[in-house]
């Protein structure tokens, strides 16, 4: 699919990976739709990149139908990009000091992550469905998920966190063929380690032993790179069902 002049919507999109897309789309002659449950901040990107700005918390269904009515009524059309980059990394053992347990964590993660990637894939896909088709594909639209690494490789008190990312990446594949016959691709990018907030404050050394672990590019990865491969997705219509690591070949120790 062409990115040129079609309708778009990212969420997550006040900061880190989903503002990057969100600036690329734009860039790219996308009408962006700039989702955030920060509106400053999603405003502050809006504003940026000539887009619209909408504010919804996505693990609330009612917040996400009506940000969808919203972008589409500002944007004048459905969008037939959605890429899903809202998220949070909650950090907990499962069985913390003198045996408190985590359930409420693991429950706020669920529930932002992985409840907030099913309203927003449904949504999108139910908007979709009635879009002419595009292309010789007969494509729709395209709607791109993020997992992470942690889907293989967990560390310890990331359960909540890869139990949400690899429930997301196992949702692709029976969502995408679900949706086939609408024409709508659906695919999840799985990225390692990137520089976001919550990377940036972290302290000198404590960057230096993350980085020693990443073969190459022995780095942090720029939210721009995940940025790239989300639009190389819409781009390639073969690229279907399917969860793309983006990690410069690291595999995360146990701790």
């Known amino acids: 699919m062409e990115i040129n002049n079609q309708i778009a919507l990212v969420t997550g999109a006040g900061s880190g990976l989903g503002a990057a897309t969100a600036r690329m789309l734009a860039a790219q002659g996308a009408k962006v739709a700039v989702l955030?449950?920060?509106?400053?901040?999603?405003?502050?990107?809006a504003e940026e990149i000539g887009g619209?700005?909408?504010?919804?918390?996505?693990?609330?269904?009612?917040?996400?139908?009506?940000?969808?009515q919203t972008a589409t009524e500002?944007?004048?059309?459905t969008p037939r990009i959605v890429v899903n980059c809202a998220g949070i990394g909650l950090a907990a053992r499962i069985?913390?000091?003198?045996?408190?347990?985590?359930?409420?964590m693991f429950d706020k993660t669920i529930k932002v992550n992985l409840y907030g990637t099913f309203n927003v894939?449904?949504?999108?896909?139910?908007?979709?469905?009635d879009l002419p088709r595009l292309n010789d594909s007969g494509e729709t639209g395209v709607i791109i998920n993020t997992a992470s690494v942690a889907i293989e490789d967990g560390q310890i008190g990331q359960a909540a966190y890869a139990a949400?990312?690899?429930?997301?990446s196992s949702l692709i594949l029976p969502a995408a063929r679900e949706f086939a016959r609408a024409g709508i691709?659906?695919?999840?990018?799985?990225?390692?380690?990137?520089?976001?907030?919550?990377?940036e404050g972290l302290p000198a050394e404590v960057r230096d032993e993350i980085t020693g672990n990443i073969p190459f590019p022995s780095r942090l990865g720029s939210p721009s790179e995940y940025a790239q491969l989300a639009c190389d997705i819409v781009k390639n219509?073969?690229?279907?069902g399917t969860t793309i690591r983006l990690d410069a070949a690291v595999r995360l120790p146990q701790r």
């Open 52 to 68: 619209v700005s909408v504010g919804a918390d996505v693990s609330r269904a009612d917040e996400v139908e009506t940000a969808f």
């Open 36 to 45: 955030d449950y920060n509106l400053p901040a999603a405003k502050a990107v």
């Open 237 to 240: 219509s073969y690229l279907n």
């Open 185 to 199: 691709r659906v695919m999840a990018i799985a990225p390692g380690l990137f520089e976001t907030a919550m990377t």
């Open 121 to 129: 894939m449904s949504y999108a896909a139910r908007a979709m469905y």
């Open 95 to 104: 069985v913390g000091r003198e045996g408190k347990l985590s359930f409420d």
């Open 164 to 168: 949400s990312k690899g429930a997301i």
């Open 74 to 77: 500002a944007l004048g059309g």
